[in-house]
């Protein structure tokens, strides 16, 4: 049974920092994996999707990368601004599933200190 | 502007009397879920929707039905609702060509 796991819980870093949030799944035979933004009494927004064969992806001051033999991803905030504050998911699209299903962790709440 | 779209935001509602929670999108998607939220528990599938009239239970799906009789919308129906159901409800629906979801701003719905 797939399951997904975000170290750390919680996150409170000064303005201006990189920060790295970490990821991690027990079964590497994914189609997917995204990572998600949760903002308090909002939805998700998407932020970045890996595809199983890609290594990583980028977008704007947000990196992530996916290392699916081990079991990891990574997301990389350069710069971190206060309006990075939120809660973020990563969540996985097991491969065989034909529910199309994503599993989530149960997230990362960030805090970006001025 | 590429969205899904639910409503009601919130609502507090009494046991057993039923409710719809309805979700709409307009980047003409194929398929459509319902996920519930709650604090320990993280972010659970409902019902998902493959396509017009094909449904299928998720994960979590008593209490619940859904129903699709047009594409771009996918209700979530609560025939009875229990205290139990107090949750959080995003509805999603996904880009075929990546699998990419896109989720709708969520719903909080208080059972008393």
């Known amino acids: 049974k797939q399951e997904v796991t975000q170290i750390p819980a919680a996150l409170s870093v000064p303005e201006g920092e990189n920060l790295v949030l970490n990821c991690s799944f027990t079964d590497s035979a994914i189609y997917n994996l995204q990572w998600f933004r949760q903002d308090p009494g909002k939805g998700l927004t998407s932020l970045l999707l890996i595809q199983s064969s890609q290594r990583e992806q980028t977008s704007g001051r947000l990196n992530a990368s996916l290392d699916k033999s081990s079991g990891r991803s990574t997301l990389y905030i350069a710069a971190s601004q206060p309006g990075d504050s939120a809660t973020y998911l990563c969540?996985?699209?097991?491969?065989?599933?034909?529910?199309?299903?994503?599993?989530f962790g149960s997230g990362t709440r960030l805090l970006v200190r001025p | 502007e590429a969205q899904v779209t639910q409503n009601p935001r919130y609502l507090i509602t009494v046991t057993g009397k039923k409710l719809t929670v309805t979700c709409s999108q307009n980047m003409n998607h194929e398929y459509m879920s319902w996920y519930r939220q709650d604090p320990g528990l993280g972010l659970r599938q409902i019902y998902y929707?493959?396509?017009?009239?094909?449904?299928d239970k998720g994960d979590v799906p008593e209490g619940y039905k859904v129903s699709r009789k047009e594409k771009r919308n996918f209700p979530l129906i609560l025939e009875s609702p229990s205290p139990n159901q107090t949750s959080l409800y995003f509805c999603?629906?996904?880009?075929?060509?990546?699998?990419?979801?896109?989720f709708g701003e969520g719903s909080r719905l208080t059972v008393l």
């Open positions: 929707s493959m396509n017009v009239e094909v449904t």
């Open positions: 969540a996985v699209s097991p491969l065989m599933d034909s529910s199309y299903k994503l599993i």
């Open positions: 999603a629906s996904r880009v075929r060509s990546t699998g990419e979801l896109f």
